[in-house]
């Protein structure tokens, strides 16, 4: 936790808020803060990125009062929108830390071909189930500003009306494995939509529609990564200028 | 699975590689290899790229007979050298994964201020547990050759004689998220020592060393990401020119 982050429900009526479970835990026994030496970067929930400054803690029942002052904005979101192919219940866990700790502010998991059924079934496919992992990313990366998360189960839905709208006005870049893509761009700074497939990959027909969608090919060279791998990878090397 | 890693101890008197357990069971219920129909590609261990083509399938005992055929030399390895703090043991296998992929094939785990002693009690912390996660990276990644993997417990050895001897005719780059570390380069080519710190940074003492040892401090910005993404996201931006 390089940050710990503060959310509305926190907030008491004189204007401090108190933490319990997880974050008490972590400020106790990892910051180690207490009433007498207790400061730590702090921020608000979809807001500024300041100081906490310990004003009390109830060790008994595991609770810690904070003041926070405020002093700069949070860390520029990447002008990216990341479409994954849904992969399995841990690596989107993954995928979604990678990214959001990377400043993706829009993740959209979409069905393929190669997408086994059986994902769609697991409880981590729903934002709410995600947002401890998305706290948790906000939280490493000095970030204080949730990500949107959508979840598309069909396909011909996804390519034909999600893609469209999603990126236009900007690039739309299709991470593919493929001889005949071209290498990743980098330095890009404008709007961006990246879809990276399946582990199987797309099938001939999806890269079709995908193409028709306005999409380009690009890739990484011979070695073939895991898409936990490949999404770092790839938001590295297409916005290596931004820092 | 993207490429059926062959090990020496696979091949019988007649030229034929003998492939058994997790192997096997990939290639019959995912590649769905069969007598009939049955190809795929395959590589020898530090060896060719190339196709492995099914002679017999013996279901009732697990095992699949294959000749294969040399087509081409595997990727290009990355001139690099990668050294990490020892992260926890989840991590440490992420890690190496990840590098192994990306085709680092020199990788170094040191101990640090502030790495937790109990990870060096880890059954991971040995070259020999790590190997089934190599050939799993090299599989991944349509690569066969065995990386190199050192484990220093001494961080004085590490930074005094190690390191030196490691980078010397190269770049010694150390990772480390303070305001005063240089962007991360791009564009490398040469040979290059990439100094990863552990989850809570290093010490001041620390960075002296490692800075007397040579070493630029290179950062990513103001994000701070887990050691996991923090490497591919350093890789991918350094060695951008490499396909």
Redesign the interface.
């Known amino acids: 936790m390089?940050l710990l982050l503060l959310h509305p429900e926190d907030w008491c009526d004189d204007g401090v808020a108190e933490i319990s479970g997880r974050r008490y835990v972590h400020a106790e026994e990892v910051l180690k803060l207490s009433q007498r030496s207790g400061e730590c970067r702090a921020g608000l929930l979809n807001g500024a990125v300041g100081r906490g400054i310990v004003e009390s803690v109830d060790a008994a029942n595991q609770r810690m009062r904070l003041r926070f002052v405020p002093e700069q904005e949070p860390?520029p979101p990447l002008p990216l929108i990341l479409a994954a192919a849904l992969p399995r219940p841990l690596t989107l866990r993954?995928v979604v830390?990678?990214a959001v700790?990377?400043?993706v502010k829009e993740l959209w998991f979409y069905q393929s071909w190669k997408v086994e059924k059986s994902y769609w079934s697991s409880p981590m496919v729903a934002e709410e189930n995600l947002r401890e992992q998305i706290f948790l990313a906000l939280e490493?990366?000095?970030?204080t500003v949730m990500p949107e998360l959508h979840f598309q189960r069909r396909f011909q839905t996804f390519v034909q009306e999600d893609l469209p709208r999603m990126s236009a006005g900007g690039e739309l870049l299709i991470a593919h494995p493929d001889p005949a893509a071209v290498?990743c761009p980098?330095g890009l700074s404008g709007k961006t939509t990246l879809v990276v497939g399946p582990e199987g990959g797309f099938t001939p027909r999806e890269v079709e529609q995908l193409t028709a969608a306005g999409g380009t090919m690009i890739?990484?060279?011979?070695?073939?990564?895991?898409t936990?791998?490949a999404v770092?990878?790839?938001?590295?090397?297409l916005f290596?200028g931004?820092?």
Chains 1, 2 share one sequence.
């Open positions: 390089n860390p993954r830390h990678a700790t990377m400043g490493q990366s000095v970030d290498p980098r890739g990484l060279g011979p070695r073939i990564l895991r936990e791998v770092p990878v790839l938001i590295s090397r290596d931004v820092q």
